[in-house]
């Protein structure tokens, strides 16, 4: 398995060059001058270009191309062209704020999610199913910055649960979990609709099987019926939608972090792109494609771990 | 009940007394029998073949009797389903679970989509011994590989825990056996177990059954729409046409004197490897969907004998010289009133 996973990153690294190389490129055709931006409308033409130069914006594209591929391979992704801070700190800086809302969002996801659609799924058409449908139609719609600011009112501002900034201290581990809860809450209960929905739809096509009947032919008890037989068989297409989901969530958390004033991923694309922070965007564009082969690959391995005829090769 | 054999068998010769059976299916806003008052009982050790065409109510029957029939559309009635001195129209959820794999087991004609995709074989069938006979993973997991090896699983304990699509059909529907057999059933309902294999290895299916059949002693009904593969298993034969017993006999009888047209039919539709398979003879027609049965007899359409009175009614009753042969078809029972002896309905 190991060699598997091995296989695979080796076969993404020309994706990753292939979405660097777009990067750059789409980074030097977008219209507005780079400098020009980060010195504002009053700055002398000669300043202009004098950073112009220094951020190597006269030289030639290739010339650009190679130097940007040689840099970012040696782990020098630049520096923001706003803050002046290294790239790759920055980003190293806010990484582990979306990797634990990310993860938080998950398990929560997953441990309201999966009970609730085997529980629909059980009790097809009837009130709690219409209940838990409608529930999780109504978690798939609302918009997340209005239940982040809803949630964000009632458990900090009139209950004072929690804090207002969720911006605190990681290393403390409660105060990472207070900081942490209302914005995993918020996009938690999001994943838990797109679970609920999926985990119902495949438990009822799995109720459905032979080998279910061959179960209850053995006079197996209603609760290994549906958590050993039907369950696991359920979960391959959650599996799916989780990953694909994931890889939205991590670039959509952003109004969940502004709300709750949380660093994080999306907050820094949306900052880099308000100020054409071409060099912070274009780590940050690398970053995200490696993220979605990450999950990728996590999710082919789960598939691995649930279904036994899957095999890597 | 005239499908019920002599007067001399006792009660307790009997492992099962199925009386009156009606399964129906909820189609279109009404409820269709797909089985209509199906009565028959099995002997112990006796094997009893249940036998039609594909759509007949074979299925539904063995189904019926597990309590399995699909409760969201379908309705089971019967006057009573005897075995070991209960009576399983009434018995409650937790009463058929305990029969279910236990008193009573179950192997079902595809064995590509019948075990679990997911659980390695060990553990499917050690699974029913934890669960009913209360034997620890460890006694359930030497007891089942003592039933893999007994159903001829080539190095069983190297392949205990292999999972079903590491495994061919055949090998699978050995599997399934070990799984119906594990906690010793008095009575195994085989539902069209060869069905879905390769012509030799229906042959090594069939012999694994005749084999444990004598050596474990339980009864069996033998489901299949083949007749020809009856006469090596069976005790006695069942035929079964558009949901009604339409001839049961014991199966030197039934191949002696098959008196339904439909068992002729049957009889003459038998693939024979001395013959050419191209003039293998098929029943025109097709099996009435359960929303169109007809009245009276419900072969009349297929049949070649048909006339007028085919129209009534037709009762299951015993043919005057062979009480134990009972008919639905007024040609061969005879008479100008059909209810001479015992009838069924
Ligand atoms: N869930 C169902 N809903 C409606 N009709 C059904 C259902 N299941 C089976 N039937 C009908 O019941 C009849 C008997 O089916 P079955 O017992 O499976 O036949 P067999 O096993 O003899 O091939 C068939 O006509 C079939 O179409
Ligand atoms: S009752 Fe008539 S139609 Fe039916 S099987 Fe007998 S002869 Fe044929
Ligand atoms: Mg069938």
Not at chain 1, 87 to 96: D, S
Not at chain 1, 124 to 136: A, E, K, P
Not at chain 2, 1 to 6: E, F, L, R, T, V
Not at chain 2, 146 to 169: M, T, W
Request: glycine content about 8%.
């Amino acid at each position: 398995m190991l060699a598997y996973v091995a296989r695979r990153l080796f076969f993404a690294l020309p994706t990753l060059l292939a979405v660097m190389t777009l990067v750059f490129v789409l980074v030097r055709i977008v219209p507005g001058d780079p400098a020009q931006t980060i010195l504002g409308d009053q700055a002398s033409q000669e300043a202009i270009m004098a950073l112009r130069e220094r951020l190597g914006l006269n030289r030639p594209l290739w010339e650009q191309y190679v130097d940007f591929l040689q840099s970012a391979i040696t782990g020098d992704w630049g520096a923001s062209m706003v803050t002046g801070q290294p790239v790759l700190g920055e980003i190293a800086n806010v990484l582990p704020y979306t990797i634990d809302l990310t993860v938080a969002s998950l398990i929560l996801g997953a441990v309201v999610g999966i009970p609730l659609g085997v529980w629909s799924a059980l009790h097809r058409n009837r009130l709690i199913d219409y209940v838990t449908r409608i529930g999780s139609l109504l978690g798939l719609s609302f918009p997340a910055f209005v239940s982040a600011i809803l949630l964000l009112l009632i458990f900090s501002i009139y209950l004072n649960w929690f804090p207002v900034i969720s911006a605190g201290d990681r290393s403390d581990p409660l105060e990472r979990l207070e900081n942490l809860a209302l914005p995993a809450i918020n996009l938690g209960l999001i994943m838990a609709a797109y679970i609920t929905r999926v985990t119902r739809s495949s438990m009822l096509n799995v109720l459905g099987e032979d080998y279910i009947r061959t179960a209850q032919a053995k006079g197996l008890p209603h609760r290994s019926i549906i958590w050993i037989h039907a369950l696991r068989n359920a979960l391959i297409p959650v599996v799916t939608v989780v990953g694909l989901y994931l890889g939205i969530l991590i670039g959509n958390s952003v109004l969940t972090e502004i709300v709750f004033n949380r660093p994080g991923l999306g907050k820094l694309i949306v900052g880099a792109l308000g100020q054409r922070d071409y060099t912070m965007l274009q780590g940050l564009m690398v970053i995200y494609t490696f993220i979605i082969i990450i999950v990728n690959l996590l999710t082919d391995l789960t598939y691995g771990l649930i279904d036994p005829r899957v095999k890597y090769s | 009940m005239a499908a019920a054999p002599s007067q001399s068998v006792t009660q307790s010769d009997v492992a099962l007394d199925v009386r009156g059976l009606t399964t129906s299916f909820y189609v279109g806003g009404h409820w269709y029998p797909a089985v209509r008052d199906v009565s028959f009982t099995l002997q112990k050790h006796e094997t009893l073949a249940l036998v039609g065409e594909s759509g007949c109510g074979k299925s539904m029957t063995a189904l019926s009797i597990l309590g399995l029939v699909p409760p969201d559309t379908g309705r089971v009635e019967a006057e009573a389903i005897l075995f070991e001195g209960r009576d399983l129209t009434r018995a409650s959820d937790r009463e058929m679970r305990e029969v279910r794999g236990d008193g009573i087991s179950m192997v079902f004609q595809e064995p590509m989509t019948s075990l679990n995709p997911v659980l390695t074989i060990g553990f499917q069938v050690s699974e029913a011994l934890r669960h009913h006979r209360g034997l620890s993973r460890r006694e359930a997991s030497a007891r089942a590989l003592d039933i893999l090896e007994q159903v001829k699983i080539p190095s069983a304990a190297s392949r205990f825990n292999d999972y079903p699509h590491q495994f061919s059909g055949g090998m699978r529907q050995r599997v399934m056996i070990a799984m119906a057999l594990a906690c010793q059933p008095k009575i195994l309902l085989a539902d069209e177990p060869t069905t879905a294999l390769d012509v030799t290895i229906q042959a090594q299916i069939l012999e694994l059954l005749r084999d444990l059949r004598r050596d474990t002693g339980m009864a069996m009904i033998f489901i299949t729409h083949n007749l020809g593969v009856v006469a090596e298993l069976a005790d006695r034969v069942a035929v079964m046409y558009a949901g009604q017993i339409v001839e049961i006999a014991e199966v030197e009888h039934l191949f002696a004197r098959p008196s339904h047209p439909y068992t002729e039919a049957l009889l003459r539709s038998i693939p024979r490897s001395d013959r050419d398979t191209a003039e293998l003879y098929t029943i025109p027609g097709q099996v009435p969907p359960i929303t169109r049965m007809p009245s009276g007899c419900r072969f009349a359409e297929r049949c070649t004998y048909r006339q007028d009175r085919c129209a009534g009614d037709q009762r299951l009753t015993s043919l005057r010289d062979a009480p134990t042969h009972a008919v639905r078809c007024w040609r061969r029972t005879g008479g100008d009133l059909p209810t001479v002896g015992a009838a069924d309905d």
